[in-house]
T-cell receptor
Framework: SQQGEEDPQALSIQEGENATMNCSYK?????LQWYRQNSGRGLVHLIL?????REKHSGRLRVTLDTSKKSSSLLITASRAADTASYFC???????????FGTGTRLTIIP | ETGVTQSPTHLIKTRGQQVTLRCSSQ?????VSWYQQALGQGPQFIFQ???????GRGNFPPRFSGLQFPNYSSELNVNALELDDSALYLC????????????FGSGTRLTVV
């Protein structure tokens, strides 16, 4: 089944800096979603990008999608302490929309 | 904010016992999925229900079973608990109008001793 792999596994940056994390996948997709998980809690949907889109913005978030390279990136600008969390990508196949997750990127924002 | 409620929040069971975890989804969310998340890992897909029928299953043994009810609630049942079943169990649901975006509950932390 389709699964995204996030990179890096862990990332620590100073508050105010930008954070970039990447996602790779193996087969053609219909869409790709990014989710955030605060420690021990449920996942929160951040953004969905469709296979015919190359870039999407939502507040301080920017997501890109390169279907030729089978990769996506999530950029968080002007990071805040509240952005400390794990971030997961979930690529979805045509006709099989269940979410499958990798191990995520653990982002730590240092005040 | 979440429209998906899971109960209980924490649970301790003994190896070999059976457990039922519950999820209450938002009205209209006719698709519900269950995930198992071990410590330090990503959520692993257990199964999905659409309009009370199972329509997808991950790599989990038959002792993991589920039900979805007409009132948008659902259950995850695990029989013959093993120590490795200790994990955070997450429920996620969506409706056709939300597209492919799922809303997750806060999870049930199950500890098997």
């Amino acid at each position: 089944s389709q699964q995204g792999e996030e990179d890096p596994q862990a990332l620590s940056i100073q508050e105010g800096e930008n954070a970039t994390m990447n996602c790779s996948y193996k087969t053609s997709i219909n869409n790709l979603q990014w989710y955030r998980q605060n420690s021990g809690r449920g996942l929160v949907h951040l953004i969905l990008i469709r296979s015919n889109e190359r870039e999407k913005h939502s507040g301080r978030l920017r997501v890109t999608l390169d279907t030729s390279k089978k990769s996506s990136s999530l950029l968080i600008t002007a990071s805040r302490a509240a952005d400390t969390a794990s971030y997961f990508c979930a690529p979805a196949n045509f006709g099989n929309e269940k979410l499958t997750f990798g191990t995520g990127t653990r982002l730590t924002i240092i005040p | 904010e979440t429209g998906v409620t899971q109960s209980p929040t924490h649970l301790i069971k003994t190896r070999g016992q059976q457990v039922t975890l519950r999820c209450s989804s938002q009205s209209g969310h006719n698709t519900v999925s269950w995930y198992q998340q071990a410590l330090g890992q990503g959520p692993q897909f257990i199964f999905q229900y659409y309009r009370e029928e199972e329509n997808g299953r991950g790599n989990f043994p038959p002792r993991f079973s589920g039900l979805q009810f007409p009132n948008y609630s659902s259950e995850l049942n695990v029989n013959a608990l093993e120590l490795d079943d200790s994990a955070l169990y997450l429920c996620a649901s969506r409706s056709g109008s939300t597209g492919r975006r799922y809303t997750f509950g806060s999870g049930t932390r199950l500890t098997v001793v």
